[in-house]
Every structure is written in structure tokens, then in C-alpha cells.
T-cell receptor
């Protein structure tokens, strides 16, 4: 058990709908990053949250938004879903200790947009 | 921003042989280079990492080398086993907020 949990594990939504994905970070980790992994591709950085604020963002439109809560858990919200949003969404937690460290990934949420 | 290129995209080796995966990065400020293994349907898992002040790191059958001047780093797996079969991703970390940029992945198949 890695300590990073994501919910739900699978989700099917219709184009145009909105979705919220959830992530609980590993104990002791204060930073949460979200990634989108399309089939056969590497994970693409969406954004990162640290101390409840967005701390960096990748090349994703504003309809991808997020939150981090005081207990360091996080949500990823996607509005106006498009078919291309179908992917595995990975949450990763890490600890900012003044140096770079490896992520601990959750098992992901597989989102299918139909 | 950072760009990480990885090759080969697929690699087949006989059990017991060595496998080498190579990556290049573009941002000279990148200072941390993790490698992840992702089995089918599972999460990426960190298998080894290297920091920019080190040229080589080894952990049992796995080793990573880094050439900062040339901006490339490599993963070496010796005495490969069928359970090494997976997709391997290299990555580079840049920016004060630890943004991790992944390569496109290498699908390694170890043939028994």
C-alpha cells in the first residue's frame, strides 16, 4: 500500500459533463501533482498544489482546475468534458524538503468520455 | 519548458541479457532524474533515481548514468528476468516546484 489513494477507480461520463476526481496524499507529503496519461503515452503534467495553492501548471486549458485541502488531499475538476479527455488520471504526492524527490503515485482514475 | 526524449520505444531482449534505455533532456536546470516502471494497468513506480551531482548510481541489477554536459541519462538493467517486462519511463525535474516531465516510455519485453 503506497498511501496515495484515488477515487473513483473508473468513471464514464458524457461529453459536455463535469467530473471531479479525488486524491488523498501519502502521510507526510504536502505536495500533490496531477497527471493525465493517455493510452500508450507518458504521463502529462496538469498542475501541482502546495499549501493549498496551485504551484505550477502544464499545458492544459482552464477547464482543468483543482483544489488542495488543509489535510493535503486534492481534487481535480474537469468541465465541459471532451472525448479526448478520456485517459488515466494519476495523482502523485511528494514532500518538498528543499530538494527534489520521487513521486508516489496513486492507482489512478480511468475516465472514459462518450 | 523541459522536453524529454526517450528511446527506443520498444525493446525485446532474451532473459539474462542486458537492456539499455536512453533519454535526453533540454533544460540545463533540471537536477533530478527518476525512472519509473509501469506494469500493465498499474501505477508508475519509482525504481531508481539520480541527482545532478552524481554521475552513476547502482541498485542491484539496475544502474543509471547521467551526463550533464551532453544532457543525457540512461537506464541499464542487467541479467533481465521476465518480471522486468513493463513500460519504463524516464523523467526530469526542473523548476522550484518539482515539475516532473516524463519521456514517452519504452516497452521492455523479456523473452524467457
Amino acid at each position: 500500500e503506497t498511501g496515495v489513494t484515488q477515487s473513483p477507480t473508473h468513471l464514464i461520463k458524457t461529453r459536455g459533463q463535469q467530473v471531479t476526481l479525488r486524491c488523498s496524499s501519502q502521510s507526510g507529503h504536502n505536495t500533490v501533482s496531477w497527471y493525465q496519461q493517455a493510452l500508450g503515452q507518458g504521463p502529462q503534467f496538469i498542475f501541482q498544489y502546495y499549501r493549498e495553492e496551485e504551484n505550477g501548471r502544464g499545458n492544459f486549458p482552464p477547464r482543468f482546475s483543482g483544489l488542495q485541502f488543509p489535510n493535503y488531499s486534492s481534487e481535480l475538476n474537469v468541465n465541459a468534458l471532451e472525448l479526448d479527455d478520456s485517459a488515466l488520471y494519476l495523482c502523485a504526492s511528494s514532500s518538498v524538503t528543499g530538494g527534489s524527490g520521487g513521486y508516489t503515485f496513486g492507482s489512478g482514475t480511468r475516465l472514459t468520455v462518450v | 519548458g523541459e522536453n524529454v526524449e526517450q528511446h527506443p520505444s520498444t525493446l525485446s531482449v532474451q532473459e539474462g541479457d542486458s537492456a539499455v534505455i536512453k533519454c535526453t533532456y533540454s533544460d540545463s536546470a533540471s537536477n533530478y532524474f527518476p525512472w519509473y516502471k509501469q506494469e500493465l494497468g498499474k501505477r508508475p513506480q519509482l525504481i531508481i533515481d539520480i541527482r545532478s551531482n552524481v554521475g552513476e548510481k547502482k541498485d542491484q541489477r539496475i544502474a543509471v548514468t547521467l551526463n550533464k554536459t551532453a544532457k543525457h541519462f540512461s537506464l541499464h538493467i542487467t541479467e533481465t528476468q521476465p518480471e522486468d517486462s513493463a513500460v519504463y519511463f524516464c523523467a526530469a525535474t526542473s523548476g522550484g516546484y518539482q515539475k516532473v516531465t516524463f519521456g514517452t516510455g519504452t516497452k521492455l519485453q523479456v523473452i524467457p
